[in-house]
């Protein structure tokens, strides 16, 4: 008798445990794949909401519009992983362009070829043109890290100077206007060239992706750059240079700007002093929502990609119901105030811990 009550006993428990371990495995499958689900509930939801949603070309005009700020999160990802941050990308996205563009005349014109005529018509160097942007971009992530690390100012305050100064900069040497690149033989391949039906964009973006994973996951880069953030001075004592990781993280994102301009402006056929503004926010919330931590040495390249999709989703949601475009900046808004708050109270219960 005694031993059948024992067995039915045991019999429970071990149904109860069978349960909490399915549970477990259950929570831990949600929480590993949370980007993921969430990506394919949003794509159900733009299903239901739109029947234009699944159409091809407004799946291109998602990938595309994935791919300029997407890129630009790429950078963002590797900055905040050192803890640092970068307000200057939208800015850079302007500056390195006209930069480029100015750059260009200087040196074509020594042998006597004008690559702006009719106003404002790009015409000619198109092949300077892209080159002198991807360099004045990571030259310009380059001098940010170097006044970070060096001088010791906060990036928050040297990348808020350079928005600033890089858009003022491009005000003075476009002279407010507009330049149009329309005259410019092959510039919006770029942007508006299609793979397979699948945007050629979002094929670059996709590859600068996929480099990042590689080179943190299976190189000594990766250890480097997640020390660097998540507890620097261990990371000294270990001999890291954590200066030198900084630095070349500042770069990948001039670097990455300087990609999301050329995307940008190949697909306008245009550049101006005033574009891309606020796009440095819109990195900054898909970084966040893809799990990069504000307080540095978390987070992945892949949650960026994600996030990446899910944003440019949701704001596809958002254009197809007719809802007007300042709904996307509150919800940028509402993701980073929320990740401030998650940031701070963690901080708060992992202090309560150390007291306990």
Avoid at 29 to 54: R, Y
Avoid at 138 to 147: A, F, K, Q, V
Avoid at 159 to 177: C, E, F, P, V
Avoid at 271 to 290: D, H, P
Wanted: aromatic fraction near 10%; charge should be positive.
């Amino acid at each position: 008798m005694n031993s059948n009550i024992k067995s039915s006993g045991e019999k429970q428990s071990l149904d109860k445990d069978a349960e909490i371990n399915k549970e477990k495995l259950f929570l831990n499958f949600v929480k590993n794949n949370i980007l993921i689900l969430i990506l394919i509930a949003v794509f159900l939801l733009g299903i239901a909401v739109s029947k234009s949603f699944t159409r091809i070309y407004n799946i291109q005009n998602i990938l595309i519009n994935i791919s300029t700020i997407g890129v630009l999160a790429l950078g963002q990802t590797l900055v905040m992983l050192v803890k640092e941050i970068d307000l200057s990308q939208g800015s850079l996205m302007a500056f390195s362009p006209i930069a480029a563009i100015s750059l260009s005349q200087l040196i074509l014109s020594k042998f006597d070829l004008k690559v702006i005529q009719g106003g404002n018509y790009v015409v000619t160097g198109m092949s300077l043109i892209i080159i002198f942007t991807i360099v004045v971009g990571i030259l310009t992530g380059l001098i940010s890290g170097l006044i970070n690390v060096k001088g010791k100012v906060p990036s928050l305050i040297v990348t808020l100077g350079m928005l600033y100064a890089l858009r003022g900069i491009a005000y003075i040497l476009s002279k407010g206007h507009p330049l149009y690149f329309t005259r410019l033989q092959g510039f919006k391949w770029l942007g508006t060239s299609k793979l397979f039906n699948i945007p050629i964009c979002f094929v670059v973006y996709l590859a600068i992706g996929i480099i990042g994973i590689l080179l943190l996951k299976y190189t000594k880069i990766g250890p480097r750059i997640y020390s660097t953030g998540g507890n620097e001075k261990a990371a000294i004592y270990s001999g890291v240079k954590t200066d030198l990781w900084k630095i070349i993280a500042f770069a990948f994102s001039g670097f990455c700007a300087a990609i999301g301009a050329l995307i940008y402006s190949s697909r306008l056929e245009s550049v101006e002093a005033a574009q891309a503004a606020g796009y440095e926010l819109s990195s900054i919330a898909i970084v966040v929502i893809g799990g990069t931590t504000l307080e540095g040495g978390r987070g992945s390249i892949f949650g960026t990609i994600m996030a990446g999709m899910i944003l440019g989703i949701v704001i596809n949601i958002i254009t197809l119901i007719g809802l007007v475009v300042w709904y996307q900046t509150i919800i940028e808004g509402l993701i980073i105030i929320s990740a401030t708050f998650a940031y701070i109270y963690k901080r708060m219960t992992g202090r309560a811990v150390l007291q306990m």
